[in-house]
């Protein structure tokens, strides 16, 4: 990867939660590691891209149900269904690895993208066996709800060319900002667009409003009409579904709310335009709790 592209200024749901939790967070995450893949790149360029893609426990438990959902329903729409055991055994599998990987900190040979640093081990934090093997089991138990769930067996009904959507990555303008989005599952089920989104922690109202904004696409890019559009929260460890219809106003507010967020993150760029910022014009947040649990705290401090 050269480091000849520009580092356009787009919006998502999780480049404006980072947004809201702390400025110099987001400096961090989407301006200084910018090229730092490079070997040309300088000492804290090149931190700063490692610490980017640093996870933690929680972050890669739910990373792997999602890449367990993804590849199982790959598998569905290529003719194949995945047996129950081979699903579990591969969930197995991607923790065991991911956790030697971290372990063994592999990373350290420069590939920082492909292989798990987990902040827990990097920053030293204790994880207690007992807390372990409940986010294994918390894993597994996610699984087996995907697996044997209700949307998965609707997959399994439904023609495949009635798939609208499987954790693409797309994007689309609003009010000329892009803005990126990724449906971890979507269908037409008659006249009704259904988007899926799995979670594997508890309720947040922030979910609602993610989704709210995949419904904005469809709208633009697909041209469905609102009343025939339905989001769906998938909470697999709290073992329930919430589905909401869209509500027009609230549609308005999705949009309306991500021109804000667009306005008042160029608001402290040096030059909006071409996408440039200085660190000086990010600070930090005050709340030393979320320092603490900040990938960044190692430069930041």
Not at 240 to 261: G, P, Q, S, W
Request: glycine residues 4%.
């Amino acid at each position: 990867m050269g480091t000849d592209f520009k580092n356009i200024f787009s919006w998502s749901a999780s480049r404006n939660k980072i947004f809201n939790t702390c400025k110099r967070y987001y400096y961090y995450q989407y301006y200084a590691h910018w090229g730092g893949w490079s070997r040309d790149a300088d000492r804290f360029t090149r931190k700063c891209y490692m610490l980017k893609n640093m996870t933690n426990v929680v972050m890669w438990s739910g990373s792997i149900v999602h890449n367990v959902a993804e590849r199982t329903l790959k598998y569905l729409r290529n003719g194949k269904l995945w047996d129950y055991e081979s699903v579990k055994n591969y969930a197995l599998a991607q923790w065991d690895s991911g956790w030697k990987q971290s372990k063994e900190q592999t990373w350290r040979y420069g590939d920082y993208k492909n292989n798990l640093n987990l902040f827990e081990h990097y920053y030293g934090k204790e994880l207690k066996p007992e807390y372990l093997q409940e986010m294994k089991d918390r894993v597994m138990f996610c699984v087996d709800k995907f697996y044997n769930g209700e949307v998965f067996k609707k997959a399994q009904e439904i023609s495949s060319a009635n798939w609208k959507a499987l954790e693409e990555l797309w994007d689309f303008r609003v009010n000329g900002y892009k803005v990126f989005v990724k449906m971890d599952f979507g269908i037409q089920e008659g006249p009704i667009l259904k988007l899926y989104d799995w979670k594997t922690g508890p309720y947040k109202e922030e979910d609602v409003v993610q989704l709210y904004c995949y419904a904005l696409y469809a709208v633009d890019q697909w041209q469905w009409k609102p009343e025939n559009i339905e989001i769906i929260l998938v909470y697999l460890f709290g073992e329930r579904m919430d589905v909401h219809k869209i509500d027009i106003d609230k549609l308005a507010l999705a949009r309306n709310t991500i021109i804000e967020n667009c306005g008042e993150m160029t608001a402290l760029l040096d030059d909006p335009a071409e996408n440039i910022a200085s660190i000086e014009k990010f600070p930090r947040v005050e709340d030393e709790r979320i320092c603490e649990q900040c990938f960044f705290k190692e430069i930041c401090k």
